[in-house]
Structure formats: C-alpha cells, structure tokens
C-alpha cells in the first residue's frame, strides 16, 4: 500500500479564496482524521470519521471549515474563504479501529501533508 | 481540562542517552503512544504503552506509569538522525461507540550533537 495520500503537497492561495484539500486513507482503514500543525498550538485534531461518519468535529475552528468522507477511500478538508491565520500544515491521518472493541493500540498513519500559505 | 506535557527541547549527544518526559491529565486513559516527526516530514508511530512497565523496540523504550500518570520515551545510543521532535499522545475521552480520541503533547524537539 502506497501509505495515506495527501494532495496538494503544497497550496499558495490568497485570502478570501477557496482551498480544497483531499486525502486517500489506507485501503482497509475505517477511521480518517484531519489534524493542523502550526508551532504555536503544536497538532489539533480538526475532525475525526469512523466509517465515514464524523464522530467529533469540535475541533473545526469555525464555519469556513468544513469535511466530507462521501466513501471509505476519500475525504476532503474545505476552508472557504481562506484567511492568513489558516496557514498550517494540514495532515490526514487513517488507522483501523473497531468500535465495538476498540483495540487501544491502533496505530495513525499520516500522510505527508499540505503545507497550505494563505496570503 | 485534558492536557500533556512534555519538554520542548532537549539537547545530547551522538552515543548519549535521552529521556523525554510525558505527564499527562485526561478524562479516561487507554494507552500513551510515542511518535516521531523529522522537521518537514510526517509524524510516524514509536510505541504504545497500555499498561505500567516498560516497552523496548530497539534503540528506543518507552515506560509507563499510571498511577503517576507519567510516561517516558528513552532513546539510547543517539544518532544525528534521531534529530527530530517526538509527541507523547493519549487515549483519552470516549466517544459513543467506544471510539476514543487521541489527545496530544506540543512535542520535544530534539537535537543530536556531534
């Protein structure tokens, strides 16, 4: 398996415009996470699917976020209108997860991220 | 609230030895795992620690203690590659249908000195 794949690596925009960045979980995995990294406020869990479903999105900073996971092989990550305060490097992550069991120890594999600049 | 912390930098040399501390406070705790992230690549999985004691994948050991809610990453005969920063993550919170969110340190940064 190639790994989760994140598309663009890297997004120039200027304010106001719409961003779209997409995500490719491992085939197989059930659960998809969206996290931003930035040095000051370090990984933030932006939203969280469990089989397509979104179990926790408290994290979405406000309503110019907004994710989709319309199947098991692809969600999107929406800021609309960009600001400068959204640059941040924009990782998807994928693990499998059983909700009925919940094996604790399920690994994240992230992709290699969106370096998003909003100017 | 639930938080963890960590050092934000430590600083050793090649060959030495480093441990980096997480304490950690969360509604609900069900494993702390260790990743490691080079400056411009992605965060990868270390160890995972559900229960007291201690864990060794190679160079690297990670301990837990719940009582203290404490953990420890140590990393032995360091290289220059080991350079990077290395989050402490716990399973905390439980959603409806027993999903259980990973909450994260700020990480350590550490470098390796010749």
């Known amino acids: 398996d190639a790994g989760v794949i994140q598309s663009p690596r890297h997004e120039v925009t200027e304010m106001g415009q719409e961003v779209t960045l997409r995500c490719k979980p491992i085939s197989g995995h059930n659960s998809l996470f969206w996290y931003r990294q930035t040095m000051m406020r370090g990984l933030e869990l932006l939203i969280y699917f469990n089989n397509n479903v979104p179990i926790d999105d408290s994290g979405m900073p406000e309503d110019r976020f907004s994710a989709k996971m319309p199947n098991a092989s692809f969600s999107t990550l929406k800021i609309q209108p960009s600001e400068p305060r959204d640059s941040a490097v924009y990782f998807c992550?994928?693990?499998?997860?059983?909700?009925?069991?919940?094996?604790?120890?399920?690994?994240?594999?992230f992709g290699q991220g969106t370096r998003l600049t909003v100017v | 609230g639930q938080s963890l912390e960590q050092p934000s930098e430590v600083t050793a040399v090649e060959g030495a030895i480093v441990q980096i501390n997480c304490t950690y406070q969360t509604s609900g705790f069900y494993g702390l795992s260790w990743y490691q992230q080079h400056d411009g690549g992605a965060p990868t999985f270390l160890s995972y620690n559900a229960l007291d004691g201690l864990e060794e994948t190679g160079r690297f050991s990670s301990f837990l203690s719940r009582s203290d809610s404490y953990g420890y990453l140590l990393l032995q005969e360091l290289q220059m590659k080991d350079s990077a920063s290395y989050f402490c993550a716990v399973r905390g919170v439980v959603y409806a249908g027993n999903n259980r969110k990973l909450i994260w340190g700020l990480g350590t940064s550490l470098a390796v000195n010749p």
């Open positions: 992550a994928s693990s499998s997860e059983d909700s009925l069991t919940a094996s604790p120890n399920t690994e994240a594999f």
